[in-house]
């Protein structure tokens, strides 16, 4: 209910909080930002960092050194970033995965951050939320962090940002619509406040540190992707972010292929490239292409449509629209993540949106069903969201049956076919027509195929080569691009997370490695579930617990009540009674041995208990279960 009222509130006030925090910025050339807005921070980063010391005591002298560097700063203001330094690359994620996408990139003493996002926990990592990359590199260097520049709004590029800022609160560089999803999540987390966002457009440059950043206009599954050229004294670095190559995108700006070219003529020392789909052959379709599957699909339609996508993708939720509009249907959408990103995108001017085109989720029973479409999350078969509980009779206000047509506008992310064809056959079987990929084109992907990585390579024409963001096989199936392209075997680099690859003009190489890896975050915890919880939590998943109660008299070692059994996950009590006896015998025993022979000291009996009814249980059902001894003294 909440949600949605606060839906049909936002869309009435444009002028919310989201839209003058991120006006502040006007987006003229502010060579000074990261300096200017160093000078509140170095002592606030003192303190968040104490909180957050893990032990390398290495607080002293924070404000010190941050009042040099920005002194440095102030400096280089005037001059282009200084020459004859090495720039150091190094990811912190990213590699050899795809997800938590975080680079360090160093020059000289001034570290930037680029992109800092999540990546989502495995089914080996039982309760867990999210998936951070490790900072603990990061901590050593804290007075050196000048600011996080980002690329594009998806998750595993600024789902981190909270987490990032509440260690080091520096400022945060990215176009609007990017800053305006990372505002929501700060939002979330009270932080938005004392954040310091800075909207950059497309085509604009900006000093952060010793680094000269330019934003150049790139096409991918959201709007305001941006490719981004990191100029210093020892070279351009050209880092594609995520990018596909759209010459009819759907808000009508092309990526700017002349600004690469032009770079490249003047030299490109290194360039990153997007790997995603580097082992596919040929060019990615056209976002405008599923538009017309849309209509094509609409028209003659005389059932209620629903259509499941990327919250993210709005140029898709703008497509669905325009369909909608054409066959005139009114719109209604659910889930919560797609009303918060699409009140953004329309809060800031990246949707059209036809009068009176959307409803109410609640209202949808006042029409007939064909002239209704449903856009929802849920297209990866997440169980709680929107689509997901459609589909099993739990949502409240859609109830799918014969007279819907539901679309997978979408491609299951690797881990997720077999929960998105679950819920395509729970829809199914309440009768819906069910139209997804492999059926007709009604999803293209944001990232560039091989033809079009090749022409990024042509254009940029760089030294050096870095297949970046993908598992092992991508990143080994773009550097194969790179030497078909020309570039000479030893120019391109394949790196693993944590890998120090320092780059001059005469010479680029892995210098060595920093710590790296990944922090797990559930609830509020950051970090505090480390392996041997996880251990546990798939032991208890996976066979369940036995609880031994026992009360001993601590003189004589003698039972006085118990054992008692209590089990979980195990095997159903009331129908294992004669187990149950056979346990409490067996514990019984153990216990008398442990006495006689005088292993009496608790810890020791506790063992006794554990091993004799685990082996016990394990000859008898085949079963491991986590056991859990408690002896009570009196
Ligand atoms: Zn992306
Ligand atoms: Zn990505």
């Known amino acids: 209910m909440q949600k949605r009222k606060e839906f049909k509130m936002q869309l009435g006030n444009s002028k919310t909080s989201l839209g003058n925090i991120l006006a502040k910025d006007k987006g003229k050339e502010t060579a000074n930002n990261g300096s200017q807005n160093q000078k509140s921070s170095p002592q606030k980063r003192a303190n968040t960092k104490k909180k957050s010391n893990n032990g390398n005591g290495n607080n002293g002298g924070n404000v010190k050194n941050a009042k040099t560097a920005l002194i440095k700063a102030d400096n280089s203001k005037k001059a282009l970033p200084a020459p004859g330094k090495k720039i150091k690359f190094i990811p912190l994620g990213g590699m050899n995965e795809i997800g938590k996408n975080l680079t360090v990139i160093e020059y000289g003493s001034d570290i930037v951050l680029f992109d800092c996002g999540v990546a989502f926990p495995n089914e080996e990592m039982f309760g867990i939320d999210l998936v951070i ?15 996080i520049v980002l690329t594009h709004g998806h998750e595993d590029h600024v789902g981190a940002v909270p987490y990032i800022l509440k260690e080091f609160n520096v400022p945060v560089y990215g176009t609007k619509l990017t800053l305006g999803i990372v505002s929501n999540k700060l939002k979330e987390h009270k932080m938005l406040g004392e954040s310091k966002l800075h909207v950059k457009n497309p085509g604009e440059s900006f000093r952060v540190g010793e680094f000269h950043f330019e934003f150049i206009r790139s096409n991918h599954s959201i709007a305001d992707s941006v490719m981004v050229a990191i100029t210093t004294g020892a070279g351009t670095i050209l880092h594609t972010g995520d990018f596909k190559i759209d010459c009819t995108p759907i808000n009508g700006e092309m990526i700017d292929l002349a600004r690469i070219g032009e770079l490249g003529k003047q030299g490109i020392l290194a360039l990153m490239v997007d790997s995603t789909n580097a082992e596919r052959p040929g060019y990615t379709m056209s976002e405008s292409t599923v538009g017309a599957t849309f209509e094509k699909i609409f028209e003659g339609c005389t059932k209620r449509i629903v259509v499941a996508t990327f919250a993210s993708n709005i140029h898709r939720v703008q497509q669905i629209i325009d369909a909608a509009e054409k066959f005139n249907r009114k719109v209604a959408v659910s889930g919560r993540s797609m009303v918060n990103l699409l009140t953004t995108a329309m809060e800031l001017g990246y949707m059209r949106i036809p009068k009176n085109i959307l409803i109410d989720l609640d209202e949808i029973s006042q029409y007939p069903k064909d002239r209704l479409v ?20 739990e949502h409240k206000q859609v109830t799918i049956g014969h007279d819907d047509l539901v679309i997978f506008s979408s491609h299951p992310i690797p881990g997720n076919e077999k929960t998105v064809s679950k819920v395509i056959n729970e829809l199914f079987k309440r009768g819906a027509d069910v139209i997804y990929e492999s059926l007709m084109d009604i999803h293209v992907s944001g990232h560039a195929c091989q033809e079009e990585i090749k022409l990024i390579i042509g254009l940029a024409k760089p030294k050096y080569f870095v297949p970046v963001h993908g598992e092992v096989k991508h990143l080994r199936h773009a550097r194969c691009l790179g ?25 680029a190489k892995v210098i ?34 036995i609880v031994v109660v026992v009360t001993m008299n601590k003189v004589n ?35 008398k041995h442990a006495s006689n022979n005088h292993k009496s000291d608790w810890n020791t009996m506790k063992q006794q208990v554990k091993s004799a009814l685990g082996n016990y249980l394990f000859s008898k059902v085949k079963r491991r279960p986590m056991i859990l001894p408690v002896i009570m003294e009196v």
């Open 374 to 393: 449903i856009v929802t999350t849920g297209s990866q078969g997440e169980s709680m969201a929107a689509l997901s509980r459609m589909a099993v009779s």
């Open 133 to 147: 990359p490790d900072i603990s590199y990061l901590h050593k260097h804290a007075n050196r962090i000048k600011g």
């Open 512 to 545: 060595g490695s920093v710590p790296s890896g990944y922090v797990l975050v559930d609830g509020l915890g950051v970090g505090d579930v480390g392996n041997i919880v996880l251990r546990d939590r798939k032991h208890l998943a996976q066979d369940g617990l």
């Open 557 to 591: 070692n003698e039972i006085m009540s118990g054992p008692d059994i209590i089990s979980r996950g195990f095997v159903y009590v009331r129908e294992s009674e004669d187990l149950m006896e056979e346990i409490k015998s067996l514990v019984t025993e153990a216990l």
């Open 483 to 507: 030497e078909k392209m020309g570039i000479d075997k030893k120019n391109i680099f394949v790196l693993e997370t944590g890998d120090v690859l320092e780059m001059s003009n005469d010479s």
